[in-house]
């Protein structure tokens, strides 16, 4: 259980600064599937990235279970983040230097994953494990991000705009795989998108508007990648 009270974040100093998290209280049970949905500047990339550890909140407390994110040094909450999360952005943040195949390993090789390759495979970049990111188009790119945060095989995994890159026939396959791993492992999806047919496939949709939520609905019944609209 992630459990969230009272978030606030602003940015700026003094007279100009700006506050984008007024107050926000949410809980994830694990295992959940939780879409963040609102306009540019309603807060829920600013949420992601303090729920996820990135930045730390002016106030408020995100705990998961007994740990409490605020109490950690720098050093141990990079530790957390290595060992429980995993990062899927719009930024594809690959290494340059490294191949696909050993871009993505690096990820595997953080839980002793040996069965990385598969993960290569599933997100449809078969022959193509020895190119570098260079060599690669924005969408293949996505996908190499995608294979590297999975193989990593984390407790929960955030995402901002996934197939923001992407056609739709990848995205569709990307967020299947997504989908169909996280009902086999369990773990819990914290995802931000503006795209309101992708939270169709979400357990729960909570929506923001200038930093506060707005509405929490559930979906009784969420639709797979192929049967959202696009």
């Not at 500047?41 to 949420?47: F, V």
């Not at 503006?194 to 923001?208: E, F, G, Q, T």
Request: aromatic fraction near 8%; avoid cysteine.
């Amino acid at each position: 259980m992630i459990r969230i009270e009272k978030i606030q974040k602003s940015y700026g100093e003094g007279g100009s600064s700006f506050p984008v998290l007024r107050g926000v209280s949410l809980e994830i049970p694990k295992g959940d599937f939780l879409v963040l949905l609102g306009a540019s500047g309603s807060g829920k990339t600013t949420l992601l990235n303090v729920i996820s550890g990135l930045e730390r909140p002016d106030g408020g407390s995100v705990r998961y279970g007994s740990e409490e994110l605020g109490h950690l040094s720098d050093a141990e909450l990079t530790r957390f983040r290595r060992d429980h999360i995993g990062f899927i952005f719009q930024q594809y943040y690959l290494l340059p230097g490294l191949t696909v195949e050993k871009n993505v390993k690096m990820g595997a090789d953080l839980s002793g994953n040996k069965e990385y390759r598969k993960i290569i495979e599933a997100v449809g970049l078969m022959g193509k494990e020895k190119k570098y990111p260079h060599e690669l188009s924005g969408g293949e790119q996505q996908r190499v991000s995608v294979a590297r945060a999975l193989a990593k095989k984390p407790e929960v995994l955030f995402l901002d705009e996934p197939t923001g890159a992407l056609d739709e026939e990848t995205g569709r396959q990307v967020l299947d795989y997504i989908d169909r791993l996280q009902k086999e492992g369990g773990f819990t999806i914290v995802m931000v998108t503006h795209n309101a047919n992708i939270a169709d496939m979400a357990h729960r949709v909570v929506r923001l508007n200038s930093g506060r939520i707005v509405e929490t609905y559930q979906n009784k019944t969420p639709k797979g990648a192929y049967e959202i609209g696009w």
